[in-house]
């Protein structure tokens, strides 16, 4: 039996509790559970964390017993998802309060993007499954849905890049992963979820007289549901029973009434039946009860009321796009429709309720399918999948990274230890840098002769190459002649432009001629598009103007390039630790990062065990044994 392990499973945006069917939660909370309780039976320490929406909601157990902890972020109230992405700091926060666990697994982009830096922070596998892909959900969108955000697209991402493992439920999700996203093939696997065959089985009696059709699905455009009732107009009297089982999801009002609307339009009122969300029991037992179950989705990543039904002997009709062509094999848990026609679907429902002795065979062969998996197994192969795992944060990065950074020493400060990460891992960094850093101020000793020479701008050049070969070597190119700004410090503590900022100054060019620079410099140090831009935030760390011009340019590239652009997070300006990516630096990355450091002569000094900083304004910190950074877009 192995070793107990301390599983963290996260659900920032729906609690696990919530009955499937009600508000935003559905098959991912099946699944949530599901999991949970498979590894509670198997002795894991295993919690389940969610955000508090209510000022009685403190903690809570599942059915099989798992603990589910409900953290504090944002109003207890409910959030809409769009408003989410404001308390996933929080979160994080409240997780970092936790006894740390030995394995993290984030469901929905939501919680990847909140629980990822925490992972990282405790050295723990942190393990993506998006549950639906929005690119995905994007490319098949229904008629009156809305479009994901750009950001929830290049947050997923970042999370399959960064995460050290990304589950999908389906064949076609992976495919839908990897094709939108492109990581590394090895970091997507397949984890089929099971069915609970204890509560979905066959039912004892025989039959009802009149055929019933069922939906089991939240209200709202992706799922479909209009599709069912304009088959079911379209079937000859007597018609069957259709039971639409599911609440209205949160922002789908229009479409709800839309439905009823057309239901009594059509004359459907004594054929169909709206019932509300379900309990698992309930639903249990509409299952038995139906004579096939109707899952006219637009897209599913895999489809799991497919499953409970086959468990149930029920057999399932489908469009058999994404994950459903594997979560109802065609003639063996039920029938595809290649259209969403409402004839051609009339016309499969037509014949199978005609053909009795067929739909019995279907359902023996479904009732096959389904107890084939439960989730025992399940929960098997996902520890399976993570024993061997290795944290490495440097993947968020991709392959080609390219790190932006206005004067000679910043790479190094704030930048080091990454690089030095990123080369040993066998990734490709490249730098560019903005200015030789020719107007700043050069530490007290047998250098500063050079403050304010013409000398200082080659000197500094020659303390960058050498710094860089610390680093690993990682090729470097300056943007072109733009000259150092200067700056001057405010009464605030922050920098701001000098007076006598010359006319080639970096923070005074056209933001657009900067941004021409640096896509050549890309082209010709990458050999290529990057896979991501890092640079300062919107302040420019401490205010410098040309580190704010480069934020600026870092946006612009990172939208030309459609990569993710990550923010450098410095502690030692703000005091702020809030991060979406946590690089941890032990042995040699470190060691490189200081003596990287050190090779800024003119800069800054190094000294002391553990290794302290002195800068030429005689401001001392901390060499940072952790690099962070957020991601900005």
């Given at each position: ?96 309060e936790l006894e740390p666990f030995d394995l993290v697994h984030s ?115 992706l799922k479909g549901v209009d599709l069912a009732v304009e088959a ?174 206005a004067h000679p020493d910043d790479e190094s400060i704030s930048t ?218």
């Amino acid at each position: 039996m192995p070793e107990p392990r301390r599983i963290a499973l996260v659900s920032l945006h729906t609690s696990p509790l919530d009955a499937p069917g009600t508000g935003d939660a559905g098959g991912m909370n099946v699944v949530l559970v599901g999991l949970a309780d498979a590894l509670t039976a198997a002795g894991h320490d295993v919690e389940l964390l969610t955000r508090a929406r209510s000022a009685d909601e403190t903690e809570g157990r599942t059915v099989g017993g798992t603990l589910v902890r409900f953290l504090e972020a944002g109003p207890r109230a409910s959030v809409a998802k769009g408003e989410l992405p404001a308390h996933l700091g929080e979160f994080g926060e409240r997780m970092r309060e936790l006894e740390p666990f030995d394995l993290v697994h984030s469901h929905y982009w939501l919680s990847g993007a909140a629980a990822l830096p925490v992972a990282e922070e405790w050295g723990v596998p942190h393990v993506q499954s998006l549950h639906t892909v929005a690119a995905l959900k994007n490319a098949h969108l229904a008629p009156g849905d809305r479009p994901e955000p750009a950001s929830r697209v290049a947050a997923e991402r970042m999370l399959v890049h960064a995460s050290e493992l990304t589950l999908a439920l389906s064949a076609a999700e992976r495919a839908a992963v990897l094709d939108a996203y492109a990581p590394p093939g090895e970091r997507v696997r397949v984890l089929a979820p099971g069915a609970d065959t204890a509560l979905f089985h066959p039912a004892a009696a025989a039959p009802a007289a009149r055929p019933t059709l069922l939906v089991l699905a939240r209200i709202q455009p992706l799922k479909g549901v209009d599709l069912a009732v304009e088959a079911l107009a379209l079937l000859p009297e007597p018609r069957p029973r259709l039971v639409i089982a599911g609440g209205t999801s949160p922002g789908h009002d229009d479409y709800a009434a839309a439905l009823h609307r057309r239901v009594h339009e059509l004359g459907l009122d004594d054929d169909v039946q709206f019932l509300p969300p379900q309990t698992r029991a309930e639903a249990a037992a509409l299952l038995r009860e139906a004579t096939l179950l109707l899952v006219p989705s637009h897209s599913e990543t895999f489809g799991l009321v497919a499953l409970e039904a086959a468990a149930s002997g029920t057999p399932v009709v489908t469009s058999g796009t994404g994950g459903l062509a594997e979560s109802v094999p065609d003639g063996v848990s039920g029938v595809h429709v290649g259209s969403r026609r409402p004839e051609d679907w009339a016309e499969v429902l037509g014949r199978l309720l005609a053909d009795e002795a067929g739909l019995e065979r279907l359902g023996a062969t479904a009732l096959q399918h389904g107890r084939a998996r439960d989730w025992e197994a399940a929960a098997t192969e996902l520890l399976a999948e993570v024993a061997a795992l290795e944290p490495d944060p440097t993947a968020v990065f991709g392959e080609r990274p390219v790190f932006l950074h206005a004067h000679p020493d910043d790479e190094s400060i704030s930048t080091g230890g990454t690089l030095a990460a990123l080369v040993a891992a066998g990734r490709h960094p490249v730098i560019l840098t903005g200015t030789r850093g020719e107007r700043g101020e050069v530490v007290p000793g047998e250098l500063h002769h050079l403050e304010g020479t013409p000398e200082l701008a080659p000197h500094r050049e020659q303390e960058l190459a050498r710094a860089l070969h610390e680093l690993g070597g990682v090729p470097q190119s300056f943007l072109g002649a733009y000259s150092d700004s200067g700056m001057e410090w405010g009464d605030d503590g922050f920098a701001r432009a000098a007076d006598d900022a010359p006319a080639a100054a970096l923070s005074l060019a056209p933001l657009e001629t900067v941004v021409g620079a640096v896509i050549g410099g890309v082209e010709r140090l990458a050999g290529g598009a990057p896979t991501s831009v890092v640079s300062y935030d919107g302040l420019g760390g401490y205010g410098h103007p040309d580190h704010v011009r480069m934020h600026d340019a870092a946006r612009e590239i990172a939208r030309h390039y459609g990569v993710p652009f990550f923010a450098i997070v410095e502690p030692r300006v703000d005091g702020s630790v809030v991060a979406d990516v946590v690089v941890p630096l032990q042995g040699e990355p470190l060691r490189r990062k200081v003596a990287a450091m050190a090779a800024h002569a003119t800069q800054l000094t190094v000294a002391g065990d553990p290794p302290r900083f002195t800068l030429s304004g005689a401001q001392t910190h901390d060499v940072a044994d952790v690099e962070r950074y957020r991601f900005a877009g």
